[in-house]
């Protein structure tokens, strides 16, 4: 084989290689739930400029939609005990989305939002149609005969 085949051939496989690798990390995020999140908030400074995924469940009274901006804001806590049970000691995040709001979008709603924790202490979703996932608890609950 010539010289420049092989450079060629090796110039492309290394492209190809950094393409792969880049595509990765520009994907990568860290998955946190409501409580982790605010522990990480308050020992590091720079978590800021991370993306991760919040995990949480929805608080229905907290939601609320603009229809003409397309803006909406929610509160998410740790688990469906602290919404049932102690609502009023749980920790919050509050949850700052642009989009349609989503049927799916309801008290008790499991969501996993990927974005940043801002300074504020508020999480901006990405603007990415997949930055909100949603399951409603109602549709997955197994019936009782």
Known sequence: MKPKFIIGIGLIVAAMIAVIGFSIVGN???????????????????ISQRSMKLSGIVVGDSIQYDPKTLHIEFDVVQSRNDLVNNLSKAQRVRVIYKGTKPDTLLNESEAIVTGKLSEDGKFYAANSP?????RCPSKYVEETK
Do not use: F
């Not at 998955?31 to 400074?45: F, H, M, P, Y």
């Not at 997949?130 to 949603?134: E, I, R, S, V």
């Open 28 to 46: 990568a995020s860290v998955e946190v739930g409501v409580n982790d999140l605010l522990s990480q908030a308050k020992t590091n400074r720079d």
């Open 130 to 134: 997949d930055a909100l996932l949603l």
